[in-house]
Each structure stands twice: as structure tokens, then as C-alpha cells.
């Protein structure tokens, strides 16, 4: 009795001791939820007003201030979340006390949704884009955060802008915290994921090499779009778009049940694109796209969350096109279709289809730890038709030797190859009247015509299989195959109220196929898989050129059918292994942070066919393995100078693996690295970048002023022609590697919004860029076949001149203005002028090494005038522009349904621009490039890309 009377007072004493304690405490809590499903919000922010003191909600949408100091008497509670209306609760705070806001509503920001899926939309060509052409940076769907992203998102991007001049192999694009850049080339693959805009809303996004939670991050950026069925918000949405950009009609569906009482929570969507073509001609469009998603909450401290999206998507392709064809055709003009059996058919079909599938654990340590892990597998097959016109028939003569007969005509497959343009029959110096009417005639013929003929192909075909022979067209698909494993590990931890910590480690290999794969025999009955055109008639060695032009010598003279592998055949492995550090300290009014990565990559082929040009080990089994190991640092500091003004300054220094398209010369015939062409250790690349940004935040005043310089070294970059002008030896196709290549690039950022009444905005932004080569790199050429009597057919061309030349990276100086009403009846419109300039066509760089003043005996030309010379080589500037666009829309609530729709349209004056364009390097030679400039129209002169006609985008939703 004793002591069950000891243990009772003891629990008082404790009950008591525990009772004064949090009397002591002085704390705010309480619930936030959904105003219209009363589902719980997560990742709220929730914080006091003019202070740097914050927590956010957990699972079950509620939050408390447990370890910070709070400020006593009155104060605004900011409740915000990204969808939201952000919401401010007067409060007072007493000292020991503890205040509960039971619950606490947020009503969604329909607007904002409005405003987000015009930007996603509008953009979905730059998106898709598998070319360095276009703006993909992947701060897309947050950029309307930013003053500039938003101009740069939406207005500029129809320019091919890019910001800061940076291509976007350097930035990162994370799903669920996993990388999902292409080892092969770097470059987020937008098609993976395309069509699934309703499940991308939710991102977290780092500028540049700013404080990141998830890697160490890149120039452009760092994106990771959160795909976890918990975070999506409850309901469903169906919506219709019709466009005339890329595709013509576009529905899609989604629905997201929220967490339910047991803890699982589901998402679902999909979506089809589809038109026979949009702006530019010819360029069908059909593409189909499914996600979902499921996760468990196990308990308050483990959830695990499975996601798999499929988007298998095809797409007609245009080219760039010279200036005389533009005049002939129109900007809209595409060379690569033409009418098959009535129908329309592209030559050059771009097919992505390559599942992903991700499972994601998330443990809560503790309050302040989270550790996620997370695993990924992609597999499927990219591919890229083309038509093949090398087709023909081996025969043996009564002699033994081994002649061919067939190869088809270019001019059937390219309506704009230069014999059937009417600058070819003008070129020289007193055209006669023959002259001139061929010229005309090949010009009516473009007009009326000036597409790919397909039922003549298929009929040359159909002869040929009556005689016995082969096909002499085909269409072919470049196959890639790839297989890829994703792994890593990300901790993220609170240490104390002034320090945090962050750290990953991840581990990605690939197994990528590439292949050349017949498509179509168009109506023929096999193909020969030799290079014919390497053959030559007047030549006694017809055994030593046919062994040369087979593809694969283990199986020699292959006819091969539709399905089969032919061409080039082998496999790309790679592997990389990435650890990251970060730790972060918040003072006030100063916050810090410094930041580390390390990392190891390999990349090795290994050759399925033995290349008749490279036979043995050169060609076939595996290469010498290439190792790339690299590093690197970063720090940055934000100083809050009052409750308006901010400043920040990021500095980083770090290498990067070349990417693994420019680790091998020539992978579709041999092993050769850039290593062993150059015979040092091929280097990493290394970046210096530093940035500083000064942010201006009032009730009326949003502002943003940025300055960068980066600086980026020992790049390297192969690249693949035709050309007539090598000094010394036959025309033929060669690759470029240009090697040690530095870039500079400096210039400055504004974004300002000035909000005039609660309804009108004005807004503009402005961005000034200088972006140039900084140094003349080593640049050799490798030979396709017997181009060059050097050994494996490599012939180095020592420096090639072009530093101080400009960066083909689009507009470097754009500017806009404009302005946004918005109604508190849910209505909106907006519209912008925006201005481009210095913008630069890209240079050959084997013009401007010392072969250009050679001839085609390899010796000097004597006739070089200097001054005319630096004029053929000097870079051509694009023409300055104006767009206007406009956007808008309206929703409407109608008891638990929300109807709403929106409209933009794009470059409303119907404006004719250029976005870019190359210089062709066919006559890289100073005689052949100053009798090219002597034409009134060049036949070989720069290719140029178009920017879009008026367009326009209309979409209608229903959301519930």
C-alpha cells in the first residue's frame, strides 16, 4: 500500500514538473488543409512575417515552431504553398504560452494554374526538341517565380534563347531526387516524360549553382520534379488543347485520389498529342503518354512511393534551309516529306519510346533527419529514320574481279540537293540562255514540286526485284537502345537551428545499342549491305576496296531485309559514380553555405562488326576503357540588408567528364578515342563561374539584377560532313575534333514587376550577354573510308583560329515589356513586345585553320589577297526582331467543378525571323569560298533555322 502511495505522488510530482515546462514554453501550432477537398497540405510554409523564422508542415499538414525563438506581441503568421492563395493570420505571441490555430484553409490559386500550363504549353516544342537548338532549361515549369525565368520561359524561348548563353547539357533534371541528364550527350530527354504536364507542376528548383539539397547542381540549374502520389493535390482533371505549332489536338486526363485513411494514395494520367503536321511542313505528330503512381505511408516515419510513366511519341522532322530556298519555298518550307500512297510521309521520323520506372523510400529518422533512397531502370529504343540511297548489286566478271552496279541519285531523295536548285546552273561567270532556262525550270520545279517523289523510288525499286536485283532505296533507322540503372542515397538533416547538412551518393550504368536497323525495302526485295560508293571502276584493287567497303567483314557482302541490323553495329557501356556534400548555416542577417562533389566515370565500346576500313581490334571487341575523374567546390551568401532588399553571390569551381559523344572519334566504325587521335590523356572539362544577384521585394515592387561570368575550358567537340576543300586529298565525309576548347561568358540579368492597382502589372525583363570562343583549339579530321593515306585515317590541322569568333547560342541580348490585368472575377490577359539581337551564325572551324589557304595539291595558294580572306571568314550576324505575343483566360467555379480555359498567341505581326543558322563546309577553302561569294546566290552558302509564324494555343479544362 505503501508503495502504490510512493509511486502515485511521484507521478504527480513528475505530471507537475512536466506541466511547468511547457508552461514555459512559448510555440505556435496548429493544422493546414485544403478549403475544398479538407485534405492535409504538406510542405506548407509557414512563417513570420519580416522575421527569418519558418518551419513547414509535416504528413499530416501540421506545423510547429518547436526550437525557434519567437517574437512576443503582435506579429502576421504567413501561410503559403506553391497552387495556393497565400494566406496572413494576425496572431499574439505571449511568452510561455503555447498558441494552437486548430485549422488553418488555403484555397487553391486556379489563376496560377492558368498561368503555369500556358508556359509548360507554349513551350512543349523547346520542351521536345532533341537538338541544341532550343531552350530546355529545366526551370521551366517553376520560372514563374522569377521575373526573368517567366520572360525567358514563355516570350524568349520562341527566339531559341538561352540564358546566360549555356547550353543545356549543364543543367540537371532530377525526378524523385534521381538524375535523368543522357550520359551520352548530357541534355535532359524532355520525350521521356512529355505530355505529362498535370504531374509536373510540383518542382523544386535551384538557379545556377545556388544551395541545392539534392546534388552539387550545374550553370543552368538544378530541377527535380517531385512525382510522388502523397504530394499531388486531390481531384481530377480532363482537358482538350488545339494548336498549330508542333501538334494540331491534344487530350488529356488525370485524376489524384490524396492520401487515404489507410495511407495510400494513388495518381493517374494520360494524355495524346496528335496532327498531321504543325508550322513547318510535314512534321506529323503522334504521340501517347501514361504515368503512374502509388505510395504507401507506412507509418509517421516510412513511406514508400513506386512511380512508372510511359511516353512513346513520333515525330516528323525539319531542317535547316539556305537563304534561296527560303526565297523560293517560304520559311515554313521542310524538304524532308512528300506524298506516299496520298498520304504525307516524313523521310526523317524522330521515335522515342523508353519507359521509366522509379521506386522511392522516404525515412524520417528523426524530426530534423530524412533519408531517401531511391532506385530507377529505363530501357526502350530511340530511333531516326532516314533514306539510305547506297543500294546496288556485286557481279563477277569473267576476269575474277568484282564490280558493282547501282547507287541511287541524291537528287531523288534531297528535293533541295544543289543540282536541283537554280543557282547551280548559274554559277558561271557569263551564263548563256541554256543557262538561264535550266535555272528557270529548276526553279518551277521547286515551286510546283520540291518534295521527296516516293512512288519513283518505289517504282526504281519494283524494276529492280523484277530483274533479280536488289533495292537500290531504302528507308533506315539509327537505333539507339539504351538500358540504363539508376541508385542513390540522399540525406538531408537539420543539425542545429543554425546549420544544416546535406549529402548524396548515387550510381548510374548504361548499356546503349546502336545500331542502323532497315525500316522499309520500299517494294524491293533486299539490300546489300557494302558501301558501294567507295568502290571505283577505274581502280585495279577491287578486292582491297571491296573488303574496305564492308560494313561488317565476318559476314561479307550481307543482304540484308527489313528488321535486320546493318551499317554499324556495337555497344556503349558507361558507369558513374557521384558523392556530394553540402552544409548550409542561417544567421541573421547573413545565410552561407559551401558545397563538394567528386565523381568517377567510364565509358568503354565494344564492336559487334568488324569494319572493312578498320578491321581486327580496331573495329571489333572492346576498346581501351576511358576513366574520367573529376571535382569540385562551390560557396554562396545571402545578406538580407532590410525587409526589402536582399543580396546574394554563388562562386563555384568544378570538372566535368567530357560527355560520352565526345569520348570516341568514330564509334559506328572503330574504337578510336580522342585520346589515342590526340596521344595525351583527353582532359575533363573546367568550369569557373561566379554570379551575384541583387533582389528588391516590396507590396508593389518585385525585382531581380543579376550579374554572372563563367568560364568554361578544355571542351571538346566532334562533329560530322561532307567536304571538297581538304588540302591534299579526295572529297569525302570526315569527322571533326576539335579539341582544348575554351568559352567565356559574361553579361548581366533584370527582371522587374511593378504592380500599378491590385488587377494591372507591369513587367519587364532584359538580359545582355557576351559569349565567345576564348582560345584556338587543336581541331583534326578522321576519315569514313580512304579519304586520307595516314594511318587509321587521321590527319591533324593544328589550331584553327577562331577565338574571339561568337557562340552560335541564339540572341544574346533580348529585352521585353508588357503588362497583366487580372480580374477578381477570374479572368485574365497580358500581352509583351519583345526585342532580339546579336545573334550569330555558327562558324566552320576547319575553315579557319591553315588548310584554308591550301589547295588541293596541299600546296599554298598565290593569289591570296589578306583583306578579302578575313572577309569570307568573317561571322555572320542575324538580323534584330520584334515579337509580340498576347495570353489570357478565364475560369469559372460551378459548386465542386472549376471550368476554365486560356489562349496565347505567338508572334501576332506574323514577324519572318532567323533563330540560327551554320556555315556549310563543303568549300572550306579560300578559292572555293571567294568563287561561292561571287554568286549572286551561293549554292553552299550558311543554312539557316526559321523562328515560327503566327501561332496560336487554346486550351479548355475541367477540373474536380
Known sequence: MINRISTLKLALVFEFCVSILNAQETNIKGRVIDTFSNENIVDALVSIEKTDISCRTNTFGVFSFNDEQLPLGEQILVISKRGYLSKRFPVVINEAQILDLKILRLDYDFSEEDQQIA??????????????????????????????????????????????????ENSQLLINGIAFNKIYNGRPQWSNWGGLNDVQRNQ?????????????????????????????????????????????????????????????????????????????????????????????????????????????????????????????KGPNYNPNWGYHNGKIRNARQRRIEEPIFMLNHYWQLSENTLINTNLAYQT?????????????????????????????????????????????????????????????LARENLINNGQIDWDSLVATNLNNAALGNNSTYIVYEDRTDDTQLVGNVIVSSKISKHINFNASMSYRSLSSENFAEVSDLLGGNGFLDVDLFAISFSSLDHDIQLNQAQSDLRNPNRIVSEGDRYDYNYILEAATMNGFLQTSFRFNPVDFFIGGKISQSSFQRD??????????????????AQQFLNYGIKTGSTIRIDGLQTFQVNAGYFSKAPTLQNVFVNPRQNNMTVSELTGTEQPNEIIQTVDANYLFRSKRIKARLSGYYTKIEDATDISFFYTQAISGSEAGFVQEIVTDIDKLYYGGELGIEFQITPTLKLKSAAAIGEFRYNNNPELALASTSDVFAEVQGVRSFGKSYIKGYYLPVGPQNVAQLGFEYRDPDFWWFGTTVNYFSNAFINVSPFARTSNFYQDRDGLPFNDIDETVAQSLLQQEQLEDYFLVNAIGGKSWRINNYTLGFFASITNILDQKYRTGGFEQTRNANYRLALEESRRDTPIFGPKYFYGFSTSYYLNFYVRF
Do not use: C
Request: proline content about 3%; hydrophobic content about 30%; cysteine-free.
Open 380 to 440: 526502350g529504343e530511340v530511333g531516326n529514320s532516314r533514306i539510305d540511297n547506297t543500294g546496288g548489286d556485286l557481279f563477277i566478271t569473267s576476269s575474277g574481279q568484282q564490280l558493282f552496279a547501282g547507287g541511287g541519285r541524291s537528287t531523288q531523295t534531297n528535293p533541295v540537293h544543289q543540282s536541283n536548285l537554280p543557282s547551280f546552273f548559274l554559277g558561271n561567270p557569263n551564263p548563256t540562255h541554256l543557262d538561264f532556262q535550266n535555272a528557270f
Open 607 to 624: 564492336g559487334l562488326y568488324e569494319n572493312g576500313y578498320f578491321p581486327g581490334n580496331q573495329s571489333f571487341g572492346k576498346s581501351t
Open 119 to 168: 508556359t509548360i504549353e507554349i513551350s512543349d516544342l523547346e520542351l521536345e526538341e532533341e537538338n541544341d537548338v532550343s531552350f530546355n532549361i529545366p526551370a521551366l515549369l517553376q520560372a514563374r517565380k522569377d521575373i526573368f525565368l517567366n520572360a525567358a520561359a514563355y516570350d524568349f524561348s520562341a527566339a531559341f534563347f538561352r540564358p546566360r548563353g549555356i547550353n543545356n
Open 204 to 328: 523544386e528548383f535551384s538557379m545556377g549553382i545556388s544551395e541545392n539539397s539534392y546534388s552539387f547542381g550545374d550553370l543552368l540549374g538544378t530541377s527535380n520534379i517531385i512525382m510522388r502520389a502523397s504530394q499531388y493535390r486531390k481531384g481530377g482533371r480532363v482537358s482538350y488543347a488545339a494548336s498549330n505549332r508542333t501538334y494540331q489536338g491534344r487530350v488529356m486526363a488525370t485524376y489524384n485520389s490524396g492520401v487515404s485513411q489507410s495511407g495510400w494514395a494513388y495518381s493517374l494520367s494520360f494524355s495524346k498529342r496528335f496532327g498531321e503536321e504543325g508550322i513547318f511542313e510535314g512534321t506529323g505528330y503522334n504521340a501517347h503518354s501514361f504515368f503512374a503512381s502509388v505510395e504507401k505511408k507506412i507509418n509517421e516515419k516510412h513511406s514508400l512511393n513506386f512511380t512508372g510513366f510511359y511516353t512513346p511519341n513520333q515525330r516528323g522532322r525539319s531542317t535547316a534551309i539556305t537563304e534561296e530556298v527560303a526565297r523560293i
